[in-house]
């Protein structure tokens, strides 16, 4: 069971309880990042330890799709049932046995080790993630404020923080099975000393008979029929993808394709992901002042850019631009899908569970589906799946707005809702004006009388 360092659960929490709380779980969300770019840091010593080809690594790398999408299935119920705390607890040590495991089959290039290390790993992640999340959402009920984005910023600082060590021990010359097993050891006793702040409460819910099995697709079995929620879904399945094939593929391509050290690879993805990370933390301000549609626009233009600038520069000093602007672009799709789900409170939850079901499923498909185009064309082409993938986001941009027809422009909504001010007006002016009967010159539209004696 895990400790509580003094910091028993409570219902009550006082404000510097609640302070506390923020500060462990920004350090929990840090974590996460760090340990998940760990990983992506060293994927191209990872490809030939274990003497893959690329296509061969993509279906070894969907064996973490799955093990994340079972985990998404099972962690709704587990969190009511036995509560965050213990999720984030024994989420911790699954985590640290699952990066072990691969950490080994790198030394012992074992195909079958690393499939099943890296399902347990995003299994066990997916604990983690809901836990977490769970817990900096209580945080920003008892601020009264919005807080999230700086949890998920420090999720990608620990992924820039982690990336930049992981270039220098590559560099270095230090083994993936070393670097792996000591980063997550460092990581996962930082993890566990600090599950007592991060977690208010964190015991299991007393409603937790009605916690059901089935994670996002048993939730928004409904929702699916709406065609507004389907469209946003694409447009979030887009946005994962850009975001994705950054994370598995831009580090490789960038070592076979433009033939640099592994180093230069973790230094491309570093651009990506501090431009990414940039945006986010000023996401608000762009949203209110462009609007949910144009901000989305602009960011699949970028990323089409950036992805036709990778595939295509001749030159090596162009891919930092590339990767700039293809973090840049990555940027908002996915928190504008998320928050346009949600514009229905009502619905919110269901909805919002639709549209990361096309998350996960297009974790499930966008490893293989580059790895095997890259037997056929060069990596950095085969990317450019992503630029026809933001290029329908571009398309199906009005689906995020807040009301009006989901094909009709603003400006023709514009037009049609003055064209109805217009009528209603005249109609008005209409009933305003007074009715003059044929012979009135009183305008009461009575009668003249007839005069006597004619």
Partial sequence: MPLTFGLEPTTTPTPARVRTARWGVLGMFAIMGAMLSTFLS??????????????????LIIFGAF?????????????????TRALLFWSALSHLAAFSLVALSTVTSSGVMFAIGHFFVSF??????????????????????????????????????????????????????????????????IRIAIIPASAINGRPDEDAAAAT??????????????????????????????????????SLAVVDDFGMPEAMGDLMYWVFVVSMVSIRWFGAPIIGRLGRVVSLRVSAVSVVCGLLLFALTPVFWLVPVAAMLWGLGAALGVPIGFSAAADEPKRAAARVAAVASFSTVAGLMVPPLIGHL???????????????????????????????????????????????RLALADKERALEEPVVAPGSATGTGAPDAPVRGQ
């Fill in 124 to 189: 066990s992640f997916a604990f983690t993630n809901v836990a977490m999340n769970a817990e900096a959402a209580e945080v920003e009920r008892r601020m009264g404020r919005a807080v999230m984005p700086q949890f998920h910023g420090a999720f990608s600082i620990g992924m820039a923080v982690a990336l930049g060590l992981g270039a220098i021990l590559s560099h270095a010359g230090v083994q993936p099975v070393w670097h792996f097993i000591g980063v997550a050891a460092i990581l996962t006793v």
């Fill in 374 to 420: 890259a037997e056929v064309v060069p990596l950095n082409d085969a990317l450019l799946v992503v630029a026809a993938a933001s290029t329908t986001s571009f398309l199906l941009a009005r689906a995020v707005r807040k009301e009006g027809a989901l094909f009709t422009s603003r400006r023709a909504q514009e037009r049609k809702v003055g064209a109805a």
């Fill in 42 to 59: 060293r994927v191209p010593s990872v490809r030939d330890l274990l003497e893959v080809s690329v296509s061969g690594l993509a279906n």
């Fill in 213 to 250: 099995l089935g994670g996002p697709f048993a939730t928004a079995r409904k929702e699916y029929t709406e065609k507004r929620v389907v469209l946003i879904g694409l447009i979030v399945f887009a946005a994962s993808m850009t975001e994705m094939s950054a994370a598995q593929w831009m």
């Fill in 67 to 83: 093990g994340a999408l079972v985990g998404l299935m099972v962690t709704g119920w587990a969190a009511a049932r036995f509560g």
